[in-house]
């Protein structure tokens, strides 16, 4: 059997433990839903979960859609939607304490934020995954700011399986995912396709979004969001030198 046979392979034991990077609250569940089903107890951790010390009056944009008020800590509604959500899929939740830059701007927004590499660092060392999947980073900037993260907590090492997947619904403006593999074919990494093992009840990964009841108004009309997942599925990626 030649080398070919293996390319986009997880090695045996790699999904044992898995540990799933999302920059939001909900991003998991979009973009990994089916994964998730199909390798319950897979810990996701959120990078950008925490409350701002106060939001701005009038809300952001986004917080607005979502049909959020002055006065709400919008924050943790979505704390409690992803609680159900991760249960739907069977997966836990962790959180840092980080704020996202709609609430709380950072001056380089796509840039590691401060204490993020150590914080997801102290995580890995406590639960010690098999396996890491980390986001590709596709235009939103939490999104690449995590993913910028994610790169250097791998570079520190480990010995673990490392997976990346495309940002949804990012991965269909035109353009965008062709301009990330670039960057990082500039950077000396290569991108391949991998063929991690997922569920197809897709039904249930759509149940499983639902429960961000807030969140819908904003991402499934805009984006035809449902039928985009259920057609185009989910893409993981493995990034090698």
Known sequence: MGQEAEWGFEQPGDLDRVLLLSPHLDDAIISCGAFLLAHPGTTVVTLFAASPAAYS???????????????????????AEDDRALAVVGARPRR?????NSHESRADPIAIP??????????????????????????????????ATALAVR?????????????????????VLG??????????????????????????KWKAF?????????????????????RAGESYWVLQP
């Open 96 to 100: 840092l304490a980080f704020c996202q």
């Open 57 to 79: 009056n009038p809300l952001n944009e986004h917080d607005q859609v979502c049909g959020f008020v002055p006065g709400d800590d919008t924050m943790a509604v979505r704390r």
């Open 114 to 147: 401060v204490g993020a590499a150590d914080s997801i660092a102290a995580v890995i060392e406590e639960l010690d995954p098999t396996a890491v999947l980390a986001p590709l980073g596709l235009l939103h900037v939490d999104h690449q700011a995590l993913h």
């Open 155 to 175: 570079a520190a090492g480990g010995g673990r399986a490392w997976f990346f997947y495309s940002d949804l619904p990012y991965a269909f403006i035109p353009g």
């Open 210 to 230: 639902c429960e961000y009841t807030t969140q819908l108004p904003a991402m499934d009309a805009p984006w035809r969001l449902r039928d985009r997942l259920a």
């Open 179 to 204: 301009a990330r593999l670039a960057r990082l074919h500039k950077q000396g990494i290569t991108a391949s396709p991998a063929a991690l093992p997922v569920s197809h009840d897709f039904d249930r």
